[in-house]
C-alpha cells in the first residue's frame, strides 16, 4: 500500500554520535556452533553430520509437522526466518539468522518412512549484517549483499533509532555528503535515506509509514553506488552481465533453443540498455514495439541465427533477466554440418601432410641408400662406431636412422626407448657390434626364444632399466636394426603397467560426441575429450595376449570393425579421432 516516507534528516547529529559504538565482530561470532542449537524431543543425532558448522538429526514425524515445529523452535530461541530475494535461483532451504549469525534448514524423509524426518542445520556466514526489529515480520534478506526489506509494529521514530545504534554496532558508518562526492561525482544524497559505508559497501536506509499502523524498512545499495554492468562472459552464447547475483542457463551456443536467467544487481533500465548493447554488437535487430513500463521490459531480437526474446522484472533491488534465443532447426543442422565437415576437413589434411611426409621420407630414405652403396667399400667386416641416439647405440656408419622415447606428460624419464636403423653392413658384423655395446650396459642376453639366424635375428635382453628386445634383418642390401626398451617402474607411475602376462588398452575420444569401442565382448564408452589435455585418465582394459577385432561405435555413424594385436606386458591406446572417423592405434608400451 502506498504509505510515506519518513523525513530522516533531524536524527543525523544523533546518527553520528552512535556511530563511535561500531564494533568488529571476531571471526568465531560470525558463524553458529550447529551442535549447540536446539532439537525437537526424540531427536536421533545423525553420527555422519556432527561438526559445528554442519549437523543433523531425525526425529518423529512428518516433513511438514517437523519443518513446522521446528522453525517455532527456532524462533522461541531468537532466531528469525527470513526469504532469499533469489531463492528460486540459489540454494533452497529455510532461513535465519540471529544477531550476525546466518542458518540454514533442510528437511527430508528419514530412511523412507514418512513419520519419520531429518532435520540437517548448516552454519551460513552473514556478509553484509543487517539488523532485524524483534517483531519484524515478511523479512526479505540477502546475506551476501546488502539488501534487507521488512516491516515491524514499532513507530517510525522507535523505528530509525533502532536502526543508528544497531547499524552502528554492527560497524555501519554513516557516508556524508562530500565522501560521496569524492568516490561518485554524481551522487545525490537526499533527506529520505540515511547513507552508511562499512568496508567496500554502501547502504541507504529509508523508512515508510504504512496505511496500517506499521512500519516498512527498506535498505539497499544507492543507485549511483551500482557499478556499471559489464561483459564479462558468456553462458549458453548469451551474454551475461556481471556483476550478477546469480546465473542459469541450459542449452548451447549450438542447440536450436537456449535459455539465459540472470538475477542483475541494477536497476531495469540499465539492464535493459546493457542487452541492447549487448546483442547489437552480436548482430541482433531489435524489433519495433519493445514495450517498457517501471517494474518491466520485453523486447525481440532477430538475426540470421533465429529470434531472441528478453523479459526484465524488477524484483526487490534487482532485475531478473529472462533471455531466449531459438533457431530455425535447419540452420543448427547447417552449421552443425558445416562444423562436423571442417573437423573432418581438418583430419584429412593432417592424414595428407603425414602420407606426403612418408613419402618424402622414403625417398630421402631411397636416395641415402643409393648414396650409401655408391660410397661404402669393403666395409661389411668393419668394426663398426657406436654413438648414443635417445639412450641407444647406434652404429656411427648408417644410412637411416629413427629413434624416439615416449614419457608420461610432464616427466622427463621415458617409459619407452625406440631406435630402428639401417646399417650398410653385415648382420653378423652388427650383431657382434649389439653383443659387444649391450653387455657395456651391464644388458644381459636371455635365452628364451632367442632366433639367430643368416637373414634374422631376435635376441631378447634383460637390462637394469627393464627389459629389451633387438631385431636384426636383411633389406635392400643393408642390416636393419630395430631395438625396444621397456621401462616398467616410470611406466608403472604413468598407470600404463599391466598385470604380468596381460597387454593394456587405453582409450580416447578426440571427437565431440560420445564414443565407444567393443571389444572382447566387452563395452567401452568415452565421452568427448577423453584422454586429451582436459581429461588426460580415459578408461583401460587389460586383456591376454593375442589378436583382437573391436567395433567403433559413434551415433549417428555406421558401426566399424577393425584389428588390433597385442603383446604379453604391451600397452596400446586406440583414441578415436575428430568426427568419430576412425581409430588411431599406437604401443605405448
Given amino acids: 500500500m502506498p504509505g510515506i516516507r519518513v523525513a530522516v534528516g533531524v536524527f543525523l547529529a544523533a546518527l553520528v554520535s552512535a556511530a563511535s559504538l561500531a564494533a568488529s565482530f571476531p571471526p568465531d561470532d560470525a558463524i553458529v556452533d550447529t551442535l549447540s542449537l536446539p532439537r525437537l524431543p526424540g531427536a536421533v543425532p545423525d553420527p555422519s553430520r556432527a561438526e559445528s558448522h554442519s549437523s543433523g538429526y531425525s526425529a518423529p514425524g512428518s516433513v511438514v509437522a517437523v519443518t513446522a515445529a521446528t522453525r517455532q523452535l527456532l524462533i522461541s530461541d531468537g532466531w528469525q526466518p527470513y526469504v532469499d530475494p533469489l531463492a528460486d535461483m540459489r540454494h533452497g532451504g529455510m532461513h535465519f539468522k540471529k544477531g550476525i549469525q546466518g542458518l540454514i534448514l533442510s528437511f527430508t524423509m528419514a530412511g523412507g518412512k514418512a513419520d519419520q524426518s531429518s532435520v540437517h542445520y548448516i552454519a551460513e556466514r552473514v556478509s553484509m549484517p543487517l539488523p532485524f526489529p524483534a517483531d519484524a515480520a515478511n523479512i526479505v534478506y540477502d546475506t551476501g549483499r546488502p539488501y534487507l526489506h521488512l516491516v515491524t ?30 568516490k561518485w561525482p554524481n551522487a545525490k544524497l537526499d533527506n529520505v535515506h540515511i547513507y552508511y559505508t562499512r568496508g567496500r559497501a554502501t547502504i541507504q536506509l529509508a523508512l515508510e509509514k504504512r496505511s496500517d499502523g506499521t512500519v516498512g524498512v527498506d535498505v539497499r545499495i544507492p543507485p549511483f553506488a551500482q557499478p556499471a554492468l559489464q561483459p564479462k562472459k558468456e553462458m549458453a552464447g548469451l551474454p551475461v552481465p556481471e556483476p550478477n547475483n546469480a546465473a542459469q542457463s541450459s542449452g548451447s551456443s549450438d542447440s536450436i533453443r537456449r535459455v539465459l536467467k540472470v538475477g542483475v544487481q541494477a536497476e531495469l533500465l540499465p539492464v535493459l540498455e546493457f542487452y541492447r548493447r549487448e546483442m547489437a554488437s552480436r548482430n541482433w535487430t531489435e524489433a519495433p514495439g519493445a514495450v517498457v513500463t517501471a517494474d518491466e521490459a520485453a523486447a525481440t531480437f532477430t538475426s540470421s541465427e533465429g529470434t531472441a526474446t528478453l523479459t526484465l522484472k524488477t524484483r526487490y533491488d534487482s532485475t531478473i533477466v529472462s533471455l531466449i534465443a531459438e533457431a ?71 644410412t637411416l636412422s629413427s629413434n624416439g622415447t615416449t614419457a608420461d606428460q610432464g616427466s622427463q624419464t621415458p617409459f619407452r626407448r625406440d631406435l630402428m636403423a639401417s646399417v650398410p653392413a653385415n648382420l653378423n658384423v652388427v650383431l657382434a657390434f649389439y653383443r659387444r655395446e649391450l653387455g657395456k650396459r651391464q644388458w644381459q642376453e636371455l635365452p628364451q626364444g ?138 605405448m608400451y
Avoid: C
Wanted: charged content about 25%.
Fill in 328 to 398: 530455425p532447426r535447419a540452420l543448427v543442422e547447417a552449421k552443425l554440418k558445416a562444423k562436423r565437415e571442417a573437423e573432418e576437413k581438418y583430419v584429412r589434411d593432417i592424414m595428407e601432410r603425414q602420407r606426403a611426409e612418408l613419402a618424402a621420407l622414403k625417398a630421402k630414405q631411397a636416395a641415402e641408400e643409393n648414396a650409401a652403396r655408391i660410397a661404402k667399400a669393403k666395409a661389411a667386416g668393419d668394426d663398426l662406431e657406436p654413438e648414443e641416439t635417445s639412450g641407444l647405440p647406434v652404429p656411427k656408419k648408417h
Fill in 450 to 587: 632367442a632366433v639367430v639366424q643368416a637373414d634374422k635375428v631376435a635376441l631378447a635382453f634383460a637390462a637394469p632399466d627393464g627389459p629389451a628386445m633387438l631385431k636384426l634383418g636383411r633389406a635392400n642390401g643393408e642390416t636393419t636394426v630395430s631395438l625396444t626398451q621397456k621401462i616398467p617402474a616410470e611406466a608403472a607411475k604413468s598407470g600404463l603397467l599391466p598385470a604380468p602376462g596381460r597387454a593394456k588398452l587405453m582409450f580416447g575420444n578426440m571427437g565431440d560426441t560420445e564414443a565407444a569401442i567393443v571389444i572382447n565382448a566387452r563395452t567401452v564408452k568415452m565421452p568427448p575429450g577423453t584422454g586429451g589435455p582436459k581429461s588426460p585418465h580415459g578408461p583401460t582394459l587389460e586383456l591376454p595376449p593375442g589378436k583382437y577385432k573391436y567395433v567403433i561405435k559413434v551415433a549417428g555413424l555406421p558401426d566399424r570393425i577393425r584389428e588390433v594385436t597385442v603383446g604379453a606386458n604391451d600397452a596400446w591406446g586406440l583414441m578415436v579421432g575428430p568426427g568419430g572417423d576412425g581409430v588411431l592405434a599406437l604401443q
Fill in 153 to 182: 509494529a514499532g513507530s517510525p521514530d522507535a523505528t530509525l533509532k533502532f536502526y543508528i545504534a544497531e547499524l552502528a554496532a554492527m560497524g555501519w558508518k554513516p557516508l556524508s555528503e562530500a565522501a560521496a562526492a569524492a
